[in-house]
């Protein structure tokens, strides 16, 4: 469905503050700047603000819905004969091959991280954030699988699915702290996840194959 002229100009507005947000919390640090300094610099009301951000972590932590289903997308768009871990591992590789943003390479990502680290209510907001991830991605799996009621399984496989991704990330963003090229950090980062493969089990790896239309 073609996107309205309403929700376009809305869409822009909203990702206009967020970048004029975050500008302002790469410069000054996130607890410094205030919603109304935001406000003031993106030419709108603090009423605006709330009504695009209920909270003020997410002018900074935008994405989290998306987030939030990544790696449940990635099973749902697994192919035929292609299991849940099989189908992240495979996107993973991808946005690592592609030196993709997606999971943080690219030379901003140290500044941004420290804009996390040094604010507690953003770390407080990240994981809560890595929480609601990880719930989603058991509740998609008990569902591709078609899990009992109570199976633990889902659970377990979302367990160590996100491990890879997290991990994968903390790691990325340690090298990309040290300045290192992103192209560079890419081809030890598929090293990395062929190592992370290797520790999965077999019920994890086999876990919800997808079977012929």
């Not at 749902?76 to 943003?101: N, Q, T």
């Not at 997606?102 to 507690?120: N, Q, R």
């Amino acid at each position: 469905m073609a996107e309205g002229l309403r929700e376009r100009k809305k869409r822009q507005t909203k990702q206009r503050i967020s970048d004029i947000a975050t500008g302002l919390f790469l410069e000054h640090g996130f607890v410094t700047v205030t919603v109304a300094e935001v406000a003031e610099a993106a030419d709108v009301s603090v009423n605006t603000v709330y009504n695009y951000f209920p909270v003020k972590e997410d002018l900074f932590l935008d994405r989290g819905e998306a987030v939030v289903d990544r790696l449940s997308g990635y099973v749902r768009s697994r192919r035929v004969g292609e299991s849940a871990a099989a189908a992240v591992l495979r996107a993973l590789r991808s946005d690592v091959e592609g030196v993709s943003p997606h999971v943080g390479l690219f030379s901003g990502w140290a500044d941004f991280m420290k804009v996390i680290t040094e604010a507690h209510p953003l770390r407080s907001r990240l994981w809560e954030i890595q929480q609601q991830a990880l719930g989603h991605l058991a509740k998609t799996l008990a569902e591709e699988a078609g899990a009992a009621e109570g199976d633990p399984m889902p659970g377990l496989i979302a367990g160590q699915l996100s491990w890879v991704h997290s991990t994968l990330m903390a790691w990325i963003g340690d090298e990309m702290a040290k300045c290192r090229k992103p192209a560079d950090v890419s081809r030890d980062a598929l090293v990395l996840l062929d190592e992370m493969e290797d520790l999965l089990g077999e019920k994890v790896l086999n876990y919800a194959v997808r079977g012929p239309e």
